[in-house]
């Protein structure tokens, strides 16, 4: 357990539908990451926050797709209108820029991940 | 895209012996680390060995990184069924966001 939560788990959804999902990273963590994960491949960067601002959105994030942060805190990821390309491992990770020891700036810790499904 | 390669792709080897990955990635690295992801489940950090390293070590594991090559080595010795995985190797850019740019992974199969 690397101490950053992700909700839900599993996500069944059929086409067309919206989703949440809901990362819970580190606390003391200000950086806060978004990946998304097909089968047979590493994960790919979506979005990160440093604190409440997105700062960077990769161009796999299409506009069916929005993140929030709203108090530096938590994170949500939806998907409207969920189309069965979107089926995938959506992962979180988090880090402290600046941080020293074990959560040391860099290094990021993920979370196990919220598995979609688009029927 | 994915910057990093590993290789080979997957790994079928006795328990006891050792396991070598490697990784080869495109542009110039803050950073490189190392993730162990069991079948479906979120990534587990192993390693960071930064751009001014050249070997490093934890436990069973050794990573070594030659910048000139752009490219690292993970070695897994006195393998166990438990490594039983997929490992990652994951360059960050140099800019400031430290985002990781992920390779496709070596399937790594310990035989008990």
């Known amino acids: 357990d690397t101490g950053v939560s992700q909700d839900p788990r599993h996500k069944i959804t059929k086409r067309g539908q919206n989703v949440t999902f809901r990362c819970d990273p580190i606390?003391?963590?200000?950086?806060l990451y978004w990946y998304r994960q097909t089968l047979g491949q590493g994960p790919e960067f979506l979005t990160y926050?440093?604190?409440?601002?997105?700062?960077?959105k990769s161009r796999l994030l299409s506009d069916r797709f929005s993140a929030e942060r709203p108090k530096g805190s938590f994170s949500t990821l939806e998907i409207q209108r969920t189309e069965q390309g979107d089926s995938a491992m959506y992962l979180c990770?988090?880090?402290?820029?600046?941080?020293?020891?074990?959560?040391?700036?860099?290094?990021?810790?993920f979370g196990p991940g919220t598995r979609l499904t688009v029927l | 895209s994915q910057q990093g390669e590993e290789d080979p792709q997957a790994l079928s080897i006795q328990e006891g012996e050792n396991a070598t990955m490697n990784c080869s990635y495109k542009?110039?690295?803050?950073?490189l680390q190392w993730y162990r992801q069991n079948s479906g489940r979120g990534l587990v950090h192993l390693i960071l060995i930064r751009s001014n390293e050249r070997e490093k070590h934890s436990g069973r594991l050794r990573v070594t990184l030659d910048t000139s090559k752009k490219s690292s080595s993970l070695l897994i010795t006195a393998s166990r069924a438990a490594d039983t995985a997929s490992y990652f190797c994951a360059t960050d850019v140099r800019d400031s966001s430290y985002k990781l740019i992920f390779g496709s992974g070596t399937r790594l199969l310990v035989r008990p």
């Open positions: 990770a988090s880090s402290l820029a600046g941080g020293r020891g074990r959560f040391r700036t860099d290094t990021q810790y």
């Open positions: 542009t110039s690295i803050n950073n």
């Open positions: 606390s003391e963590h200000n950086r």
């Open positions: 926050f440093q604190n409440e601002a997105q700062l960077e």
